[in-house]
Nanobody
């Protein structure tokens, strides 16, 4: 199993920045992908950014503003969010995909962007 714990959410004004962290533990050698998703009230959960050993992909809505990265020494994946907009308000979740094809999710962290 893989455990994921997000942190770093909060309230920020439009145009501001936040960095989310996702600490991974457990069977981390089984991790194939790491990604960030978000879910706004009344909307479906959507992909924000995902990374593998070879590449990263971003939702069109965050390209150029958000950056996903990983610190392998600390087993932490980050989401740097710049130029935040009110439309970025959501609960942000960390997700790991594994070689056994099981997915694991964190508990989520709230990001609120005020206008």
């Amino acid at each position: 199993q893989v455990q994921l714990v997000e942190s770093g959410g909060g309230l920020v004004q439009a145009g501001g920045s936040l960095r989310l962290s996702c600490a991974t533990s457990g069977n981390i050698f089984s991790i194939r992908t790491l990604g960030w998703y978000r879910q706004a009230p009344g909307k479906q959960r959507e992909l924000v950014a995902v990374m593998t050993s070879y590449n990263t992909n971003y939702a069109d809505s965050v390209k150029g503003r958000f950056t996903i990265s990983r610190n392998n020494a600390k087993d932490v994946v980050y989401l740097q969010m710049n130029s935040l907009e009110p439309e970025d308000t959501a609960v942000y979740y960390c997700k790991s995909g594994t070689y056994s094809l099981k997915d694991y999710w964190g508990q989520g962290t709230q990001v609120t962007v005020s206008s």
